[in-house]
C-alpha cells in the first residue's frame, strides 16, 4: 500500500506527514488548483520545541494538512524510532517547485508578510523567471497584532485575488498560529514558509548543497547571524535531544511489552 500524507508518525510534539517530496507537491498542486483551504507547515527542530512548550501552536501546526520535514534532524529522528526513510520537503525547496507548478498550471499565489522591499523584490525575481505565473497579490502586515476588522479585511483581500497558493512569511511560530486562525476562511493552501522569501529574492545566500545533505544548514545560517541564533540553537537543540531519547526509551519498552503479551 503506499504512503499518503493523511499518515502520520509524532516526533516529540510534532505528528509529521509520511511521503515523497514529488506526492506532497503534486497534492498541494491539486488542493490549490480546486480552491481548497489547506495549509502547510515545514516542520524543524525549533518548530518541534515551540510546539512541545506552547499547546496553541502545536495545535496550529498539528491542524494542518501537510505537516512536512524540514528539518535533517527529524528525518534522522523518523528512522531512529521508526525505521523510516522520509523525503526531506524545505520551504527554501518547495517555494521555487510550486511556482513553476503554478506557472504551468495556472495557478495563480499571493505573498503574505515579510517586508515590502522584500516583498517587491519577490516579485520583480518572479516575473524574471516565472514570466507565465499570475502574482494575485502581496500584502506586509503590521508587526503587531491585527485587529478582527484587520484579519477580516487580509481574508477578503486574499479571497478577491483568487490566488491557489498563499505563501505566509511571518517566522515561526506566528505564521502556523496565523495559519492555523485562518484556515478554512481563505480558499487557498497557505504555506509557511519562513525566511524562504529573502532567499529568494536574492537578500539572503543559502547553504551549500553539500551542507544541506549533511545536515548543516543551522550551522550555516548560524555563521551568517550569531548573536540572534546562539540562544535559539543552544538552548532548542539541547532540548530537542532531550525530549527525543525519552521518546526513544518510551517507544522502545512500549515495543516490548507489546513483543512480551503477544507472545
Known sequence: MSVTSKQRATVISLNLSLGNYQQFREEIIMAAKAKQAGSVCFANVHMTIESK??????QAVNGADWVLCDGVPLLWSMRWLYGIKQDRATGLDMLPDLLQQAEETGVSVFFYGSTPEILQRTVEVCQ???????VAGTLSPPFRPLTPEEDQAVIEEI??????LVFVSLG?????????????????????IGGALPVLAGDVKRSPDWMQRAGLEWLFRFAQ?????FKRYAITNSLYVWYLLRQFISHTAYKKNNTAVQA
Open 172 to 192: 515561526c511560530p506566528k505564521q502556523e498560529v496565523w495559519m492555523g486562525k485562518m484556515r478554512g476562511r481563505i480558499p487557498a493552501v497557505l504555506l509557511g
Open 159 to 164: 479571497t478577491r485575488s483568487g490566488a491557489g
Open 53 to 58: 512548550f506552547n499547546s496553541n501552536i502545536a
Open 225 to 229: 547571524e550569531p548573536k540572534r541564533l
Open 128 to 134: 524574471q523567471k516565472y514570466t507565465k505565473l499570475t
